[in-house]
């Protein structure tokens, strides 16, 4: 069978078209990506900010879970999902569809991201090779917030409803977890930002190898006050793979709860 | 009626759907015919949006079964949506999709090879007066949106085809338009369940047609065997030039054994009457021949009033259809 007429890929080609015709989606989704990062730069100053930036990729890879819970919910509000289950589509195609194309316009913004930080803002790294480590990450954490948003979309009545609710998720969170300002507290241990971030600033930043140990919540630099943890980038990498299935099967278990009368 | 087993499309078994109090459907028990126009006619919270969902595997029922061709509902899920093709009321169409990536993205859907289901759209939207549109679907028309809808149900050639309120919107050319699409279809053997409310639509279309009202079948039949057992008498309603032929007509009308009654009735200065009487068409034609040709003129105007489903729905359930 050709792939264009596999059911998950035409699908995650529909989701696409449709994401792509709806400019100002477009362009204030990736828009905001850049406005995000060209604050942050201004305000913090560009020795900060260096240290600051994998925080700031992570900020708005998280802005996945509001695209992934409100095209879930307009499937669910509008009659779609109910019509595609009357099909031979199967709901494997319809996640997997979903979860491609989410993951291929996260990986647009994290690529606008890198760009504008290293190439324009000249963000030090420490090499390609790990510049290629931090992207896979940063999309690894992208996949989980997709994760997040189908549990959302589940949950939530309307599109409206799913929007909301994916905000007051990711905005705590995010503070919480400590990527965009230093939190020393236990609490950053529960929260997936935390890892991804960490994992990629030393190794992208630092240069460390999958083997060296992770460090707490603070940021490097100036005002860092980072503690070693008994634990390695590879344990931390796990930690973020880990929550990213786990969100991803607990968002399709959900959501099929949710959604079968 | 006994039919043979293969020539069921549906089979429907003591079927229910209850929702915490709320008998939605309450012991439902039908045969439709393969090759078969069927329609479901009720009013709102009837329960026949549920009944189809059931049909169409959405909904889990309660209790009871039906079989789909030959599949059944509670645990041939894969196989009955291979065989449906499912036009929901509420238009269902991807706004930002044109109307031939609508169509093509169901196709394959459906399993259809990409070559295959390009051929399918085509045809179809031609046949649906849609080819050629380049534009996304949200620009089309209301009447346009809602035959791309019916289009996307159709291009993968379902044996079973679920149509509720295909036509409602329509301007009178677009509902004839797929009016003649769906008689197209019964002609090609594909068994089709109709919900409407549209009663003239249902007796022009349907083979049979079941009432429901409060999740029960209340009558089946065809439309001819409905109205003659639950319907009301016809009506011809003339008002006459000359005052005296009213007269004359009335003297006539003792004579008409089909005649079961009439009434004057006051329309400004001229004096109207109506006639209801028993039978069909035929005996409408001897009505005009011995009570008016024989002895009168001319009339000034006359209408006559068909026993309809409306009627039917009315005498059984004591309630209009849209109430």
Redesign the interface.
């Known amino acids: 069978?050709?792939l264009?007429?596999n059911?998950a890929i035409?699908i995650a080609n529909?989701n696409i078209?449709?994401k792509i015709?709806?400019w100002q989606y477009l362009v204030f989704s990736l828009g905001f990506a850049v406005m995000f990062t060209l604050l942050f730069y201004f305000f913090l100053g560009r020795e900060v900010f260096q240290y600051a930036f994998p925080g700031m990729i992570i900020y708005t890879t998280a802005a996945g879970t509001t695209s992934a819970a409100i095209s879930f919910a307009v499937d669910k509000t509008?009659?779609?999902l109910?019509?595609?289950?009357?099909?031979?589509?199967g709901r494997k195609n319809l996640f997997l569809g979903a979860l491609l194309s989410e993951t291929l316009m996260i990986s647009l913004q994290i690529l606008i991201m890198f760009i504008l930080g290293y190439a324009v803002l000249q963000v030090p790294f420490k090499g390609i090779f790990e510049i290629f480590i931090g992207f896979f990450i940063a999309v690894l954490f992208g996949i989980s917030a997709v994760g997040i948003g189908i549990i959302i979309s589940g949950i939530a009545k309307t599109p409206e409803i799913a929007n909301a609710i994916a905000l007051f998720y990711y905005m705590p969170i995010l503070f919480l977890s400590g990527s965009l300002w230093p939190f020393e507290s236990a609490i950053v241990f529960f929260t997936p930002p935390y890892w991804a971030k960490q994992v990629f600033l030393q190794i992208t930043v630092l240069g460390d190898g999958l083997f060296d140990p992770l460090y707490s919540s603070s940021l490097f630099g100036p005002t860092g006050t980072a503690q070693q943890l008994p634990i390695t980038l590879f344990g931390g990498l796990l930690v973020v793979i880990a929550f990213t299935l786990a969100f991803i099967i607990l968002g399709i278990i959900i959501f099929q709860k949710k959604t079968?009368? | 009626m006994s039919v043979s087993k293969d020539s069921i499309a549906i089979e429907i078994k003591d079927l229910k759907k209850h929702f915490k109090e709320v008998k939605a459907v309450d012991g439902v028990s039908l045969k439709i015919r393969k090759g078969e126009l069927f329609s479901i006619l009720g009013p709102n919270g009837a329960g026949k949006t549920t009944l189809v969902?059931m049909l169409?595997?959405?909904?889990?029922p309660t209790a009871g079964d039906a079989n789909v061709y030959g599949f059944s509902i509670l645990t041939g899920k894969?196989e009955i949506?291979?065989n449906?093709g499912?036009c929901?009321q509420?238009i269902?169409i991807?706004e930002?999709?044109k109307a031939e990536?609508n169509v093509e993205?169901?196709a394959?859907?459906?399993?259809?090879?990409?070559k295959e289901a390009k051929e399918k759209t085509r045809t179809i939207l031609e046949a649906f007066g849609i080819a050629g549109r380049k534009d996304?679907s949200k620009r089309f028309s209301g009447g346009m949106q809602r035959r791309l809808n019916l289009a996307m149900s159709l291009v993968f050639e379902p044996k079973i085809l679920f149509l509720d309120e295909p036509t409602a919107g329509l301007d009178p050319q677009a509902r004839r338009l797929v009016w003649d699409y769906i008689r197209d279809l019964k002609n090609r053997d594909i068994t089709i369940i109709l919900m409407t409310h549209d009663m003239v639509e249902a007796d022009s279309l349907s083979d049979r047609i079941a009432f429901i009202d409060q999740g029960k079948i209340i009558a089946k039949g065809t439309p001819t065997e409905l109205k003659e057992k639950y319907g009301s008498d016809n009506a011809l309603e003339v008002s006459f030039i000359n005052q005296e032929d009213l007269e004359i007509v009335k003297n006539n009308l003792k004579n008409i054994p089909f005649v079961v009654n009439w009434s004057e009735i006051s329309r400004k200065e001229r004096k109207t009457l109506l006639i209801s009487f028993q039978g069909g068409l035929k005996n409408l034609m001897r009505l005009l021949q011995q009570g008016l040709i024989d002895n009168i003129d001319e009339v000034e105007n006359m209408k006559f009033r068909q026993n309809s489903l409306e009627d039917v729905f009315l005498n059984l359930t004591g309630k209009r259809l849209r109430d």
Do not use: A, C
């Not at chain 2, 169409?56 to 889990?60: A, E, P, Q, R």
């Not at chain 2, 394959?108 to 990409?114: F, K, Q």
């Open positions: 069978m050709n264009l007429e059911k035409q529909k078209k449709d015709r709806h509008s009659g779609m109910e019509r595609l289950d009357t099909m031979p589509t079968k009368f | 969902r169409t595997t959405v909904l889990t894969k949506v291979k449906i499912v929901p509420v269902t991807y930002v999709l990536e993205f169901i394959i859907m459906h399993g259809m090879t990409r996304w």
